[in-house]
């Protein structure tokens, strides 16, 4: 099934070169569709490169996706800087897509008004985990939102606090300082672990709030996910929140966070995926899956989005470069699925992906659809 | 022509020389043309700068109007989640930052600058100043990665007992933040010791050898010649040369970037807690600030607010300096004059500037042999203090050779960076089952970066040094004396004030986000915004040379008659050429390890792209986007890039000392 979407989309985007590339592209596309069927159908499916960045959260799959059609005659690249920066990309016109793993809200589609309408394609889902480097704690400490709430508050500042011990039972931990490391950019990953504190804590909700920065009562500030990792790794007692596949890089221990149904959740494919059952998605694909019900459900997973004008030609990009990030998208949604899942992220459920398909296929150049 | 021919009056010889003449005045209706061209690229100084202004008053105007100027500067809230900008906590930082920077950096440079000058052995002096120069040398973003993956760590263990120990004095104790203000400060330090110190070598060089053997022959141990003759006398040269360090210290970005933190909120209860500067802030959200324009407005206004206020402290820096100048000039008069009069015979003038009225001081220390161990230790100091300011030059090459050299191999110089992270995965505690295990990524190298880097400083200088040159031209055939002269002179310093990443932010602002050219990020607008930075060091660097080239040589030739522009292009480039390339090369140099314009600029890429109408890859981009990763592969690509940027810099360094040697004047 999958080879199949993938060699139709493969040939269509062949054809459609055929019209659109020049010169001595042309001729490759042309033996290369007469082939159809092959591995190599999808040669020259790219005709140039894609300037995107955005959420560091989905960073690596994304550069995954990038490096795996780089054969394919794509030069792609992704700057990390965080989800704030990559929503403020597309409104200005110097990204071609920006990564967000929150969606945009209406002030900011407002002000992206000037390239067109702006569409969101959900890609994936991915934990945010508490990620802790205390010596002793190998295996994943249990925290429920308040614990974590009050850590992050800076009203638990040792590890071996009677809040936390209450909840590890046989775990020995040391009397030793919690370092707070959070996130000094504007950030998706921030805001979905925020609203996980925030559904479970009236003082973080009033005090500090959900956002994709705010003003931190406590700890040290670092860029990107990639920062935030650094920071706890260089720092003995530190706690800090990435995305899975950062505290899987680093060999990170993370906790196992206490759900809506009370139960402690490691995050696996089953469980973040689990997130993504029951979740209602509006017709804009707009949606947060936060702190979804279900026995088994992770409490603190996230989406994650790529944004852009629904128009990239209106919005002052090439044809090439449209058609290049709807190969891109098409790739990610289909190929991409399963390399998303090698790095610890979950597929999108069918759902979501249907529409998620539904909207790359929507996307125009000019007024007309890009074949 | 010889002199025979004015003397000897032969028609053969005449109509020679009339011809000669004819020809050599031929073109002379070039000249208006050529003063008009180089008048007019002076004047092209004056509205890119007025553009320059009015463009970042225009856009931070918003900001302002809200706030209110002093409300802005001083309301400590700058929340952009909230769309709050009350700059009062990076105007904070910044002065809090800069004053560990001179409070531990001024006390070194002078040490440096008196054992230099005073007490090292002369074999010495030539190595211990040429360190201090390869320590100005090393580029921002190689100060932050050595800051941020040595210092900052090794350090920590150390401010926490400081802070435990000392926390009765204020603004010390509590937790230590890896990232803090102290750090920052003492990463500044080390940056601004190779200005201040040189500035003071200088001065100190200057204080006339009369005084000093007077103050010897009068029975003083050398530390207190040194505090009677040296160190009064070069004052002001110090002052002036610790104001340019300030300068240089408010404006740094990236190393400060890398060491802050990036708090926004608000002051830190101590120098050990993290912060912002002006600078930082605006290289870390600079990229988030387009969805909200007040967002863009207030940090352009915090870069207006930086460019104001290193403009002031560059202006008292450089008062200070020619006071320092002229006091000395008048020095050497009035000494001369006493020396004339003194071989008259006649006595001293009292009053004279030569008495010296601190000489009969009261004494703490009396004894002959108190006097004696005050010298050596106060010797010991100076030598100590400056052992400790080669301290981390030793440490930083060391650990950039080692680690640097470590990463560098022939592969790494030719493969590209492939923008993956260090290692995959380690999924299989996500997906439940023991099969896959982590494994290395294959991260490339950096032959994308090098070739970017040459390729955004080549086309910057290509532009920058021929008008950066002619404009000097303009100054000295021309300019010299006039008010445009003088009034584009003065805008020249202005430009040399302006810290660099407030250039980025400008070229950010008028071509990547309007997208001039076609595409946003690109190569060649990374090239703008150094040339911007280059153009006032190239002429500054041209204007002494081109002033040395003998006046005699224009006399001579502009009296046979040859046209004006002929003496520039025959006479007084050529003469100059060694100076103007030596200069020209350290203003490449200086460009060439520049991070913060070129992030703003060049774009984020990977893949080697020729292009400069695109995103290019940069040396110091590769650096700052590899400091910040987790992954310790991704630091070992950083600190072999910035080992070949370091050896770049220095081999254009190199270069630029070997054109020097062949120059005639000097």
Same mark, same amino acid.
């Given at each position: 099934?999958?080879?199949?979407?993938?060699?139709?989309?493969?040939?269509s985007?062949?054809?459609a070169?055929g019209?659109?590339?020049? %010169?001595?592209?042309?001729?490759?596309?042309?033996?290369?569709?007469?082939?159809?069927?092959?591995?190599?159908?999808?040669?020259?499916?790219?005709?140039?490169?894609?300037?995107? %960045?955005?959420?560091?959260?989905a960073?690596?799959?994304?550069?995954?996706?990038?490096?795996k059609?780089?054969?394919?005659?794509?030069?792609?690249?992704?700057a990390?800087? %965080?989800?704030g920066a990559?929503?403020?990309?597309v409104? $200005?016109?110097t990204?071609d897509?920006?990564?967000?793993?929150?969606?945009?809200? $209406?002030?900011?589609?407002?002000a992206?008004?000037?390239?067109?309408?702006?569409?969101?394609?959900?890609?994936?889902?991915?934990?945010?985990?508490?990620?802790?480097?205390?010596?002793?704690?190998?295996?994943?400490?249990?925290?429920?939102?308040?614990t974590?709430?009050?850590?992050?508050?800076?009203?638990?500042?040792?590890w071996?606090?009677?809040?936390?011990?209450?909840?590890?039972d046989?775990?020995?931990?040391?009397?030793?300082k919690?370092?707070?490391?959070?996130?000094?950019?504007?950030?998706?990953?921030?805001?979905?672990?925020?609203?996980?504190?925030?559904?479970?804590?009236?003082e973080?909700?009033?005090?500090?709030?959900v956002?994709?920065?705010?003003?931190?009562?406590?700890?040290? +500030?670092?860029?990107?996910?990639?920062?935030?990792?650094?920071q706890v790794?260089?720092?003995?007692?530190a706690?800090?929140?990435?995305?899975q596949?950062?505290?899987?890089? !680093?060999?990170?221990?993370?906790?196992?966070?206490?759900?809506?149904? +009370?139960?402690?959740?490691? @995050?696996?494919?089953?469980?973040?995926?689990?997130?993504?059952? !029951?979740?209602?998605?509006?017709?804009?694909?707009?949606?947060?899956? +936060?702190?979804?019900?279900?026995?088994?459900?992770?409490?603190?997973a996230?989406?994650?989005?790529?944004?852009l004008p629904?128009?990239?030609?209106?919005?002052?990009?090439?044809?090439?470069?449209?058609?290049?990030?709807?190969?891109?998208?098409?790739? +990610?949604?289909?190929?991409?699925?399963?390399?998303?899942?090698?790095l610890?992220?979950? @597929?999108?459920?069918?759902?979501?992906?249907?529409?998620?398909?539904?909207?790359?296929?929507?996307?125009?150049? !000019?007024?007309?659809p890009?074949? | 022509?010889?002199?025979?021919?004015?003397?000897v009056?032969?028609?053969d010889?005449?109509?020679r020389?009339?011809?000669?003449?004819a020809?050599?005045?031929?073109?002379?209706?070039?000249?208006p043309?050529?003063?008009?061209?180089?008048?007019?690229?002076?004047?092209?100084?004056?509205?890119?700068?007025?553009?320059?202004?009015?463009?970042?008053?225009?856009e931070?105007?918003p900001?302002?109007?809200?706030?209110?100027?002093?409300?802005?500067?001083?309301?400590?809230?700058?929340?952009?989640s909230k769309?709050?900008?009350?700059?009062g906590?990076?105007?904070?930082?910044?002065?809090?930052?800069?004053?560990?920077?001179?409070?531990?950096g001024v006390?070194?440079a002078?040490?440096?600058? #008196?054992f230099v000058?005073?007490?090292?052995?002369?074999r010495?002096?030539g190595?211990?100043?040429?360190?201090?120069? /390869?320590?100005a &040398?090393?580029?921002?973003?190689?100060y932050?990665?050595?800051?941020f993956?040595?210092?900052?760590?090794?350090?920590?263990?150390?401010?926490?007992?400081? &802070?435990?120990?000392?926390s009765?004095?204020?603004?010390?104790?509590?937790?230590?933040?890896?990232?803090n203000?102290?750090?920052?400060?003492?990463?500044?330090?080390?940056?601004?010791?190779?200005?201040?110190?040189?500035?003071?070598?200088?001065?100190m060089?200057?204080?006339p050898?009369?005084?000093?053997?007077?103050? /010897?022959?009068?029975?003083?141990?050398?530390?207190?010649?040194?505090?009677?003759?040296v160190?009064?006398?070069?004052?002001?040269?110090?002052?002036?040369?610790?104001?340019?360090?300030?300068?240089?210290?408010l404006?740094?970005?990236?190393?400060?970037?890398i060491?802050?933190?990036?708090?926004?909120?608000?002051v830190?209860?101590?120098?050990?807690?993290?912060?912002?500067?002006?600078?930082?802030?605006?290289?870390?959200?600079?990229?988030?600030?387009?969805?909200?324009?007040?967002?863009?407005?207030?940090?352009?206004?915090a870069?207006?607010?930086?460019?104001?206020v290193?403009?002031?402290?560059?202006?008292?820096?450089? =008062?200070?300096?020619?006071?320092?100048?002229s006091?000395?000039?008048?020095?050497?008069?009035?000494?001369?004059?006493?020396v004339?009069?003194?071989?008259?015979?006649e006595?001293?003038?009292?009053?004279?500037r030569?008495?010296?009225?601190?000489?009969?001081?009261?004494?703490?220390?009396?004894?002959?042999?108190?006097?004696k161990?005050?010298?050596?230790?106060?010797?010991?100091?100076?030598?100590?203090?400056?052992?400790?300011?080669?301290?981390?030059?030793?440490l930083?090459? =060391?650990?950039l050779?080692?680690? =640097?050299?470590?990463?560098i191999s022939?592969?790494?110089?030719?493969?590209?960076?492939?923008?993956a992270?260090?290692?995959v995965a380690?999924?299989n505690?996500?997906?439940?089952?023991?099969?896959?295990?982590?494994?290395?990524?294959?991260?490339?190298?950096?032959?994308?970066?090098?070739?970017?880097?040459?390729?955004?400083?080549?086309?910057?200088?290509?532009?920058?040094?021929?008008i950066?040159?002619a404009?000097?031209?303009y100054?000295?055939?021309?300019?010299?004396?006039?008010?445009?002269?003088?009034?584009?002179?003065?805008?020249?310093?202005?430009?040399?004030?302006?810290p660099?990443?407030?250039?980025? #932010?400008?070229?950010?602002?008028?071509?990547?986000?309007?997208?001039v050219?076609?595409?946003?990020?690109?190569?060649?607008?990374?090239?703008?915004?150094?040339?911007?930075?280059?153009?006032?060091?190239?002429?500054?660097?041209?204007l002494?040379?081109?002033? /040395?080239?003998?006046?005699?040589?224009?006399?001579?030739?502009?009296?046979?008659?040859?046209?004006?522009?002929?003496?520039?292009?025959?006479i007084?480039l050529?003469?100059a050429?060694?100076?103007?390339?030596?200069?020209?090369? /350290?203003?490449?140099?200086r460009?060439?390890?520049?991070?913060?314009?070129?992030?703003?600029?060049?774009?984020?890429?990977?893949?080697?792209?020729g292009?400069p109408?695109?995103? #290019?890859?940069?040396?110091?981009?590769?650096?700052?986007?590899?400091?910040t990763?987790?992954?310790?592969?991704?630091?070992?690509?950083?600190?072999g890039?910035?080992?070949?940027?370091?050896v770049?810099?220095?081999l254009?360094?190199l270069?630029?000392?070997?054109?020097?040697?062949?120059?005639?004047?000097?």
């Amino acid at each position: 099934m999958r080879f199949r979407t993938f060699t139709a989309v493969g040939a269509s985007a062949v054809l459609a070169l055929g019209v659109a590339a020049c %010169g001595s592209d042309d001729k490759k596309s042309d033996s290369t569709a007469a082939s159809t069927g092959t591995e190599t159908t999808a040669t020259a499916k790219f005709s140039g490169s894609i300037n995107a %960045g955005g959420s560091t959260f989905a960073k690596p799959v994304y550069d995954t996706w990038g490096s795996k059609l780089k054969s394919q005659g794509l030069t792609f690249n992704y700057a990390g800087t %965080g989800s704030g920066a990559g929503i403020a990309g597309v409104t $200005d016109g110097t990204l071609d897509f920006g990564g967000t793993d929150s969606a945009m809200d $209406d002030e900011e589609i407002a002000a992206a008004k000037k390239q067109g309408d702006i569409v969101h394609v959900p890609t994936f889902f991915g934990a945010v985990v508490a990620a802790y480097n205390v010596k002793g704690i190998e295996t994943g400490l249990k925290l429920d939102g308040e614990t974590l709430a009050n850590i992050f508050l800076g009203k638990i500042t040792k590890w071996n606090d009677p809040a936390i011990a209450g909840q590890n039972d046989g775990v020995t931990l040391p009397d030793e300082k919690i370092t707070v490391v959070h996130r000094s950019d504007e950030s998706g990953t921030t805001k979905a672990f925020l609203s996980y504190l925030g559904a479970y804590s009236k003082e973080w909700e009033k005090g500090p709030g959900v956002d994709k920065s705010v003003k931190w009562p406590t700890g040290t +500030g670092a860029k990107g996910n990639d920062g935030v990792a650094g920071q706890v790794k260089q720092t003995e007692g530190a706690i800090g929140y990435v995305e899975q596949a950062y505290a899987l890089q !680093n060999d990170f221990a993370y906790a196992s966070l206490k759900n809506k149904a +009370g139960n402690y959740v490691e @995050p696996t494919l089953e469980s973040v995926s689990a997130a993504g059952d !029951n979740v209602e998605v509006p017709a804009d694909l707009r949606f947060s899956i +936060g702190d979804a019900s279900g026995d088994q459900t992770y409490p603190d997973a996230s989406a994650t989005f790529i944004v852009l004008p629904k128009d990239l030609c209106k919005a002052g990009k090439s044809k090439d470069v449209a058609s290049d990030v709807k190969n891109f998208l098409t790739y +990610g949604l289909t190929t991409g699925q399963e390399e998303a899942k090698q790095l610890a992220y979950a @597929p999108l459920p069918a759902s979501v992906l249907d529409k998620a398909k539904a909207v790359v296929d929507s996307l125009e150049c !000019n007024g007309a659809p890009i074949s | 022509m010889e002199s025979s021919t004015a003397t000897v009056p032969n028609p053969d010889a005449a109509s020679r020389l009339r011809e000669t003449l004819a020809r050599t005045k031929t073109g002379s209706w070039l000249d208006p043309w050529v003063k008009n061209a180089l008048t007019g690229l002076a004047g092209l100084i004056f509205v890119l700068l007025a553009y320059f202004l009015i463009k970042l008053g225009i856009e931070s105007e918003p900001v302002f109007s809200k706030y209110g100027f002093i409300d802005f500067i001083t309301k400590v809230d700058w929340l952009p989640s909230k769309d709050t900008y009350g700059a009062g906590a990076l105007v904070a930082g910044t002065l809090i930052t800069s004053a560990i920077a001179l409070l531990i950096g001024v006390p070194i440079a002078v040490a440096t600058a #008196l054992f230099v000058t005073e007490l090292a052995p002369a074999r010495w002096r030539g190595l211990i100043s040429g360190t201090l120069e /390869l320590l100005a &040398a090393v580029p921002s973003v190689v100060y932050g990665l050595w800051g941020f993956l040595f210092l900052a760590p090794k350090l920590k263990g150390v401010e926490q007992w400081f &802070a435990d120990t000392f926390s009765f004095i204020p603004f010390i104790g509590g937790d230590v933040s890896a990232a803090n203000y102290f750090i920052t400060g003492l990463i500044l330090a080390i940056m601004i010791i190779p200005i201040v110190s040189a500035i003071s070598r200088e001065v100190m060089a200057t204080v006339p050898t009369d005084h000093k053997e007077a103050a /010897l022959a009068l029975g003083a141990t050398r530390w207190e010649m040194i505090r009677t003759a040296v160190l009064p006398y070069s004052r002001a040269g110090i002052v002036g040369g610790s104001m340019l360090g300030l300068g240089r210290a408010l404006g740094e970005t990236i190393a400060v970037a890398i060491l802050i933190g990036g708090a926004t909120a608000g002051v830190g209860d101590s120098i050990f807690s993290q912060g912002s500067t002006l600078a930082s802030v605006i290289a870390l959200e600079f990229q988030e600030a387009t969805s909200s324009p007040e967002h863009r407005a207030a940090l352009i206004g915090a870069g207006l607010l930086l460019f104001a206020v290193t403009l002031v402290i560059n202006a008292i820096a450089r =008062g200070y300096i020619t006071r320092a100048e002229s006091r000395l000039k008048r020095a050497e008069r009035d000494a001369k004059k006493a020396v004339a009069a003194a071989e008259r015979g006649e006595a001293p003038k009292s009053g004279s500037r030569l008495s010296l009225p601190s000489i009969p001081r009261p004494e703490l220390v009396t004894t002959l042999r108190g006097r004696k161990r005050v010298d050596s230790i106060a010797r010991g100091w100076v030598a100590g203090l400056t052992g400790l300011a080669l301290l981390p030059l030793a440490l930083l090459l =060391g650990f950039l050779v080692i680690k =640097g050299g470590g990463s560098i191999s022939w592969s790494f110089l030719t493969s590209d960076p492939t923008g993956a992270a260090g290692a995959v995965a380690n999924t299989n505690r996500f997906l439940g089952d023991a099969a896959v295990t982590a494994q290395a990524n294959d991260l490339g190298g950096i032959r994308s970066a090098i070739l970017g880097t040459l390729e955004v400083v080549g086309i910057a200088a290509a532009v920058v040094v021929p008008i950066g040159i002619a404009v000097a031209v303009y100054l000295v055939e021309y300019g010299e004396g006039t008010w445009f002269g003088n009034f584009v002179r003065y805008l020249v310093d202005v430009m040399t004030g302006v810290p660099s990443v407030v250039f980025g #932010l400008f070229v950010y602002i008028t071509l990547v986000v309007s997208q001039v050219g076609g595409a946003p990020f690109a190569g060649w607008k990374a090239s703008v915004a150094l040339g911007l930075l280059m153009l006032p060091i190239v002429i500054n660097s041209a204007l002494p040379v081109l002033r /040395l080239v003998p006046q005699q040589l224009r006399e001579a030739a502009l009296a046979l008659g040859v046209p004006r522009w002929k003496v520039i292009l025959r006479i007084v480039l050529p003469t100059a050429a060694p100076g103007l390339v030596t200069g020209s090369l /350290l203003a490449i140099a200086r460009a060439a390890g520049e991070t913060a314009p070129i992030i703003f600029t060049a774009g984020v890429a990977t893949a080697l792209a020729g292009d400069p109408n695109g995103p #290019l890859n940069t040396l110091p981009a590769q650096i700052y986007a590899d400091v910040t990763a987790s992954s310790s592969a991704q630091h070992d690509r950083a600190w072999g890039a910035a080992l070949t940027l370091v050896v770049l810099i220095l081999l254009l360094s190199l270069i630029a000392r070997l054109a020097q040697r062949r120059s005639r004047i000097s």
